[in-house]
């Protein structure tokens, strides 16, 4: 299936995998330093493991950013 | 209040704009603007706001200016080191334009004074480097309903949002501080200059445009900023129902003072 991940196309074996699996396979090393919105909508951390993404869909990875410098 | 020949004078590349003019340039010399923190994000974007002729800004910061600073906290010379960013930042707004009222307040925020301080201000600049103080900024000013740009930056990356009042908040994308474990450590963080200094213009730059009530504010959006890559990203955004601050059913009704995460915890 083909995902729209942070604006750029990407394609995976499988036709459909939960949020969670997506973000391992994306290697996203902290699931806690990222908020995933799918379709246009913020999903809750809570349910990263139940939900299922699908062809198409479009999904923005966000990662909290603080200052950079001692006290992030 | 009327422009002096010496006002017109300086601001005339400003003025020639439409979308400022001589009533532009009044409105932003009655304008109040305060930046908290005049660190990375703060030192471009009081630069700016002073050159552009904001009448009143105000700056929050309990630190001294420390070497380490130097390399990105542009308002802060080398003569400065182990003086307080505020008169540091205070003089150097003072040398650059004279029209400006500066207003200094040599602390941190926290949930007892943050209130009181943005109450008396127009627009606010969150240039803090911490998560709890993000998230105090945003709760505060979404109880006080005032209008602020927040900037959070990493290496070359970089991300910003303006909230305004009944738009979505930064709690609408990120609930609640990430957990203090989980938070990099002083050793894998780090950030360059220029990203820094890109993204606190971008904060000037809402506020102006705020002030001047012209163009597209950057509310319900996210922009995201990858230096390394020279890529610019907006994501949009809607207020969302499950926000903890102004979702339907908000649980937080008051502010937080959560703990920040120190420097040498070792993980």
Known sequence: MKLIINGKNEFFEKDSLTIGE???????????????????????REKFKNTYVKDNDTIELIYYMGGGSQKI | MKLTNEQIERYSRQIILKEVGGKGQEKLLNSKILVIGA????????LYLASAGVGTIGIVDGDKVDITNL????????????????YSAKEKIEKINP?????????????SNIREIIRE???????????????????????????????????????????????ACYRCIFDTPPPKGLVPTCSEAGI??????????????????????TGQLLTNKLLFIDLL????????????????LCGENPTIRDLIDYEAAVCDIKN
């Open chain 2, 39 to 46: 660190g990375g994000l703060g030192s471009p974007a009081l």
């Open chain 2, 99 to 111: 029209d400006v009222k500066v207003i200094t307040y040599n602390t941190r925020v926290n949930a």
């Open chain 2, 121 to 167: 201000f127009d627009f606010i600049i969150d240039g803090t480097d911490n998560f709890p103080a993000k998230f105090l900024i945003n709760d505060a000013c979404f109880f006080e309903k005032k209008p602020f740009s927040h900037g959070g930056i990493l290496r070359f990356q970089g991300q910003t949002l303006t909230y305004l009042p009944e738009n």
């Open chain 2, 229 to 244: 890559n020279l890529e610019f990203r907006t994501i949009n955004f809607k207020r969302n129902k499950n926000c903890p």
């Open chain 2, 192 to 213: 360059i200059g220029v990203m820094a200094g890109l993204l606190g213009v971008i904060q000037a730059s809402e506020a102006i445009k705020y002030i001047l009530s």
């Open chain 1, 22 to 44: 997506l973000l391992e396979l994306k290697k996203v090393k902290m699931p806690e330093m990222v908020t995933v919105e799918l379709n246009g909508t913020i999903l809750e």
């Open chain 2, 71 to 86: 390399q990105r906290q542009v308002i802060h010379f080398t003569e400065d080191v182990n003086k307080e960013k505020i």
